[in-house]
């Protein structure tokens, strides 16, 4: 198939630039590239590629801008003319250069100028037919500039179409089956990646040949089609609007459920419901839980018999039942070995711990000795040597729950409660 019949289709506007083949750059696939990898074509699209910041559509303005007498610099000119000052008006994005009413040179522009900083330009041209005048012009160029690096080295060929091949295998079969039956696949594109000093280079050259030729390089612009981004937009804003209502309604119903749901009106009440299966969300402190274990968590994964029976403890985690919602809560249970009851004995929510039996949290924090003040006393002292004031104080209030009272545990809270009143 041909080029120009693949490439047909409702051009529009773009019409007006007859620009024969070179159309085929707006639809040229590429790989946009990285800092190490430069940017690249990859083949040809049935219609329009969707360059990021491209805003060329088939009803974007062309503004003809007429002959160019000083090349590149008469071209930046024309930019900065077009160019507005609201950043929400249409503005140049790319251009065609024409010899005889012949497009010779197409480029995209990423951004809003002809800038040296432009890393790549998306450039199609065909010089060919001017191929007389360059050879000389060329040589001319070179004896002038020889020692220009730039010149002496840069050499452009006389159009920027190219053939990509790529070779695809059979899916079946040994790999001595698969390389004989390979196949080689070759893509014509048109275009190419520039930089901004390769295309003012390539321009000047074409101003030069032209004005040899005694006939003028005439120019036409292509502004940015901003109504056509502006439709898009609403488009995606009344497509965002859509999906997010329907989830706002099924949000605020799943919310408004959750509020019939059971209460409890205390961590120990909370976990006596879920205890005794009474409903797979339950009300508390505020928000609704999903009384069903984490799979992450569950007892079955998380720990071992063995462990259970010698008294080693284990979190049960509990998300809540809001939708978005990250909260959690979770639940240390610990087997009571004297008792023969898996007894909870610390919750933690909102990022805070609450104590549920005081014996068996303290045997677990402090060990055997929980209750002689010479074992227990360095272990306080020694968090609030490491400012960990709270864990001082749930062992204090721990103690105090078990009976305790020892004179040393006002001297020691009080002592806690000047450096945290420091700290605010």
Known sequence: MRLSEILNENLGTLAQLNLGPLIGLLKTEFNPGSKRNPASMTGLATSFVDYPGHRITNTSEII????LSKGMTSLRKAFKQYNPDNMFDPYPKGFVLYVRNKAIIFAIIVGDKIRK?????????????LEEYLTSYEEADREANKDKWMH??????RSSEQTLSRTEYPTTGNWAERRAGRIEILTPIVGKFMSAGELAYLVNQAADVTKEMGEPLTAKIIMSDIKALKKIQSRQHIRYELENTGDDLKTRLIKYKNTKKPTANSIQEFIDMVMKGQAKVINFNGRPWKTTIEKDYSPKDYHQKENLFKGIPFDIHYRSATPDSFDSLYITFMYDIMTGRLVPIEAQYDREKVILDDE????????????????VIPKILNYIKTENFKEAKLIIGALRGTGVDWPELD?????????????K
Do not use: C, F, H
Request: charged share 30%; net charge positive.
């Open 64 to 67: 003809d801008i007429g002959p």
């Open 117 to 129: 900083q432009n890393p790549e330009v998306r450039v199609a041209y065909d010089l060919r037919d």
């Open 152 to 157: 002496r080295n840069l050499k452009i060929p």
């Open 360 to 375: 068996l949290w303290l045997r677990v924090r402090v060990g055997a000795g929980a209750m002689v003040k010479q074992m």
């Open 411 to 423: 001297t020691i809270e009080k002592s806690i409660n000047i450096e945290l009143a420091k700290k």
